[in-house]
């Protein structure tokens, strides 16, 4: 597998998923990232039991494998300054800083940007944050329920206004891995960059504004019309175009129908569809009748594949010309065979010697090249390896540990 971030080496001073979810993007091109972890309890995160209302099993633990696979993990109390020493250096070594900790943490425990810098003036230092860097509450921490979902207007959007009630975000760490993905990306360009005119950056992406640019072109719709999209309910199919809609079948699933621009897809679609009459009727025929008469033509599609299951649906719709797809769980989607095909999942080592762990590769590929990588470290798994290849000796080793410096 190619690695093209070969030779980099990341810093990571953070917990959770956000920023994590970067250092483990970067593990994926293949960067050297180190994971500092307190020595006794390690990243926070290890200690969640439940997850979306599930039970989670620590040997086994999506939240700590899926934003940390691939890394290694190196057990260090940097608020003590034996800690500190062994931050900086590593920091010395490194081509990245990491981190989301608060200002306040920062400044505390020495490794905000100038700390950092003062042992490494080359360094790339990048911030994950709830709101950012700047502003009255750079100070204030959130997660991706409360930056991301709900004060963003992404959780909003996404609640149909019938419902009278606001939805709880579905996805564990939704925000986090789309905003690591974000840190990701500025590192790569911050790399460039240096390479190109010997200077180092600073990087800040907020979860806040993660979610904003997600949404971007309906923010941009309401900034300019004062307006705002909402979902709507299952059962509200109305559409000016009734090759748009979500539609039940005869066993409760849902196909979606997207053809977006119907010139050219409507005689095939409605062939697919089991109603050929359709592209002949001047209702239907041609788009702007169609659009006109959208709503005898939704009621039409409606009892068509309401009258077959999905699995019908699923299959028969495979070589329609225009483009549709099967509503399906993210259970479903680890067997869906284009998924498979393109190298989605990829298998790890167990912690726990069991079974491989599967987790998903990053969404970029490089030449076609499923992802190899390893399992994510368990807490502080190796201190003593990377303060060795640093050239520290054995005895100091030794009194860090004695001292609880590290672990």
């Given at each position: 597998m190619i690695?093209?971030?070969?030779?980099?080496?990341?810093?990571?001073?953070?917990?959770f998923?956000?920023?994590?979810?970067?250092?483990?993007i970067?593990?994926?091109w293949?960067?050297?990232?180190?994971?500092?972890?307190?020595?006794l309890?390690?990243?926070?995160?290890?200690?969640?039991?439940?997850?979306?209302g599930?039970?989670l099993?620590?040997?086994?633990?999506?939240?700590?494998?899926?934003?940390?696979?691939?890394?290694?993990?190196?057990?260090?109390?940097?608020?003590?300054?034996g800690?500190?020493?062994?931050?900086?250096?590593?920091?010395?070594?490194a081509?990245?800083f990491?981190?989301?900790?608060?200002?306040?943490?920062?400044?505390?425990?020495?490794?905000?940007v100038?700390?950092i810098?003062?042992?490494?003036?080359?360094i790339i230092y990048?911030?994950?944050?709830?709101?950012?860097?700047k502003g009255?509450?750079?100070?204030?921490?959130?997660?991706?329920g409360t930056?991301?979902?709900?004060?963003?207007?992404?959780?909003h959007?996404?609640?149909?206004?019938?419902?009278?009630?606001?939805?709880?975000?579905g996805?564990?760490?939704f925000g986090?891995s789309?905003?690591?993905?974000?840190?990701?990306?500025?590192?790569?360009?911050?790399?460039?960059?240096?390479?190109?005119?010997?200077?180092a950056?600073?990087?800040?992406?907020?979860l806040?504004?993660?979610?904003?640019?997600?949404?971007?072109a309906?923010?941009?719709?309401?900034?300019?019309?004062?307006?705002?999209?909402?979902s709507?309910?299952?059962?509200?199919?109305?559409?000016?175009n009734?090759?748009?809609?979500?539609?039940?079948?005869?066993?409760?699933?849902?196909?979606n129908l997207?053809?977006?621009?119907p010139?050219?897809?409507?005689?095939d679609a409605?062939?697919?569809?089991?109603?050929?009459?359709?592209?002949?009727?001047?209702?239907?025929?041609?788009?702007?009748p169609?659009?006109?008469?959208?709503?005898?033509?939704?009621e039409?599609i409606a009892?068509?594949?309401?009258?077959?299951?999905?699995?019908?649906?699923?299959q028969?719709?495979?070589?329609?010309?225009?483009?549709w797809?099967?509503?399906?769980?993210?259970?479903?989607?680890?067997?869906d065979?284009?998924?498979?095909a393109?190298?989605?999942?990829?298998?790890?080592?167990a912690a726990?010697g069991?079974?491989?762990?599967?987790?998903?590769?990053?969404?970029?590929?490089?030449?076609?090249?499923?992802?190899?990588?390893?399992?994510a470290?368990?807490?502080?798994?190796?201190?003593?390896?990377?303060l060795?290849e640093?050239?520290?000796?054995?005895?100091r080793?030794e009194?860090?540990?004695d001292?609880?410096?590290?672990?």
């Amino acid at each position: 597998m190619i690695k093209v971030m070969q030779g980099v080496r990341v810093l990571e001073v953070a917990q959770f998923t956000f920023v994590p979810a970067a250092g483990a993007i970067l593990a994926d091109w293949g960067a050297d990232v180190i994971k500092v972890e307190h020595p006794l309890r390690g990243d926070t995160q290890r200690g969640f039991i439940n997850m979306g209302g599930f039970q989670l099993d620590p040997d086994r633990h999506p939240l700590i494998e899926h934003p940390n696979r691939g890394k290694r993990s190196v057990g260090i109390d940097v608020s003590t300054p034996g800690g500190q020493e062994v931050l900086y250096e590593i920091a010395k070594t490194a081509d990245v800083f990491l981190t989301n900790y608060l200002p306040a943490q920062r400044q505390k425990n020495k490794f905000d940007v100038e700390h950092i810098r003062a042992v490494n003036p080359d360094i790339i230092y990048a911030r994950g944050s709830a709101y950012g860097d700047k502003g009255p509450e750079r100070d204030t921490g959130g997660f991706d329920g409360t930056a991301f979902w709900t004060r963003s207007g992404v959780g909003h959007a996404l609640t149909p206004e019938a419902i009278n009630g606001a939805l709880s975000q579905g996805i564990p760490a939704f925000g986090d891995s789309i905003g690591g993905m974000n840190i990701a990306g500025g590192i790569s360009a911050a790399l460039f960059h240096r390479e190109r005119t010997g200077e180092a950056a600073e990087i800040d992406v907020s979860l806040l504004s993660t979610a904003w640019w997600a949404a971007g072109a309906s923010v941009t719709q309401g900034m300019e019309t004062g307006e705002t999209m909402r979902s709507l309910m299952p059962d509200d199919i109305s559409s000016v175009n009734p090759f748009m809609a979500n539609y039940r079948t005869s066993d409760g699933g849902t196909i979606n129908l997207c053809i977006v621009s119907p010139t050219g897809y409507i005689r095939d679609a409605f062939e697919h569809l089991g109603l050929p009459e359709l592209a002949d009727d001047p209702r239907f025929s041609d788009v702007l009748p169609l659009i006109e008469n959208a709503s005898e033509g939704v009621e039409l599609i409606a009892k068509a594949i309401g009258s077959k299951p999905f699995e019908y649906w699923r299959q028969h719709l495979k070589t329609m010309k225009g483009q549709w797809a099967p509503f399906q769980s993210l259970v479903d989607l680890a067997s869906d065979d284009q998924a498979v095909a393109n190298d989605m999942i990829v298998e790890v080592e167990a912690a726990d010697g069991g079974k491989p762990f599967k987790v998903v590769r990053g969404p970029v590929q490089f030449n076609h090249e499923p992802l190899e990588t390893t399992r994510a470290p368990q807490a502080s798994e190796h201190t003593e390896i990377v303060l060795m290849e640093l050239g520290i000796d054995w005895d100091r080793i030794e009194e860090l540990k004695d001292s609880g410096a590290i672990a």
